[in-house]
């Protein structure tokens, strides 16, 4: 699994960015697919992840209400919609992949994505 991750960018606080995390595989039918963060300093952080084949999205406490994961099967890409954003939401954003169950620790994921940086300014 390939995973490209982009749009990342320079925001001010309450506003929004939409990330977007372009998949290449044989297939993804079965894998579990994740937004982690990672701000200077920190452990990478869970964000969001939903299954491929749809169902349930799980989010991290921090931004449940506020950022919204989808997956467009036909273009095999995953979003971040992040929405009310904060100065604490500025970190390198990565997307990840997993075959199985949600799991929300980054030792969990064996495919990644090149980070793409989100900075809101406040």
């Known amino acids: 699994v390939q995973l490209q991750a982009s749009g990342g960018g320079l925001v001010q606080a309450g506003g929004s960015l939409r990330l977007s995390c372009a998949a290449s595989a044989r297939t993804l039918s079965g894998y579990f697919m994740g937004w982690f963060r990672q701000a200077p300093g920190k452990e990478r952080e869970f964000v969001a992840a939903?299954?491929?084949?749809?169902?349930?999205?799980y989010y991290g406490d921090s931004v449940k209400g506020r950022f919204t994961i989808t997956r467009d099967n036909a273009k095999n890409t995953v979003y971040l919609q992040m929405n009310s954003l904060k100065a604490e939401d500025t970190a390198v954003y990565y997307c990840?992949?997993?075959?199985?169950?949600?799991?929300?620790?980054?030792?969990?994921?064996?495919?990644w994505g090149q980070g793409t940086q989100v900075t809101v300014s406040s």
């Open positions: 939903i299954l491929w084949s749809g169902g349930t999205p």
């Open positions: 990840a992949a997993r075959y199985g169950g949600p799991r929300y620790y980054a030792s969990e994921y064996g495919y």
